[in-house]
């Protein structure tokens, strides 16, 4: 009977060796600049369902105000950023509360975002995937969308399955994660 409960352990761990075995977590640190009304993007390829990304922004100078959402790929950057900017146009014009109108288009259109999670006014946000894809990790200034223009140099710190990027890892781990992608509109 052992021999037995032996050799089917051994068969059933043969017949599903992914489930064992984990990818290892994965780390990198990105450092640019802001320019004042501009607003970056960055590709989140191949990310797989229950993936956990973590996404630290921090100004290192200027006065810029990070803020930092994740976004899917199902509609083009471009349509994204003009539906994007129309509702916010709409909601300002027609709201007193500005911040809770602003805080309103963001959790429609982004799947995570956050403005001041981090330290001071630094984001971070922590994400689990809910499915295999391509994502949008979108990064600018909280206060670009009330008319207030900042800019600095910045850094994100992204990690992919590994212990929190807001832990001040230091050292790049692993594949890249992120790619700097081309966006048609600004903040």
């Known amino acids: 009977l052992s021999a037995g409960f032996l050799l089917a352990s051994v068969v059933l761990g043969q017949a599903h060796p992914a489930v064992a075995q984990e990818?290892?977590?994965?780390?990198?640190?990105?450092?640019?600049?802001?320019?004042?009304?501009?607003?970056?993007?960055?590709?989140?390829?191949?990310?797989?369902?229950?993936?956990?990304?973590?996404?630290?922004?921090?100004?290192?100078?200027?006065?810029?105000?990070?803020?930092?959402?994740?976004?899917?790929?199902?509609?083009?950057?471009?349509?994204?950023?003009?539906?994007?900017?129309?509702?916010?146009?709409?909601?300002?014009?027609?709201?007193?509360?500005?911040?809770?109108?602003?805080?309103?288009?963001?959790?429609?259109?982004?799947?995570?975002?956050?403005d001041d999670g981090g330290d001071g006014y630094a984001a971070a946000l922590t994400y689990v995937v809910p499915s295999a894809g391509d994502y949008v990790l979108i990064a600018g200034g909280a206060l670009s969308t009330l008319g207030r223009a900042t800019s600095g140099d910045y850094t994100l710190a992204i990690g992919l399955n590994a212990p929190d990027a807001q832990d001040g890892a230091t050292a790049p781990v692993g594949a890249p994660i992120a790619a700097r992608i081309a966006f048609p509109w600004g903040t």
């Open 23 to 114: 990818a290892p977590g994965r780390f990198q640190r990105i450092t640019e600049r802001m320019p004042a009304g501009e607003t970056h993007a960055y590709l989140l390829a191949d990310l797989q369902s229950g993936d956990r990304l973590t996404v630290a922004m921090q100004a290192t100078s200027g006065n810029l105000d990070p803020a930092i959402g994740i976004a899917d790929t199902s509609a083009s950057l471009e349509e994204f950023g003009i539906s994007y900017r129309a509702d916010l146009q709409r909601v300002l014009a027609a709201e007193e509360g500005a911040a809770a109108a602003v805080t309103a288009v963001r959790n429609q259109y982004f799947l995570a975002w956050d």
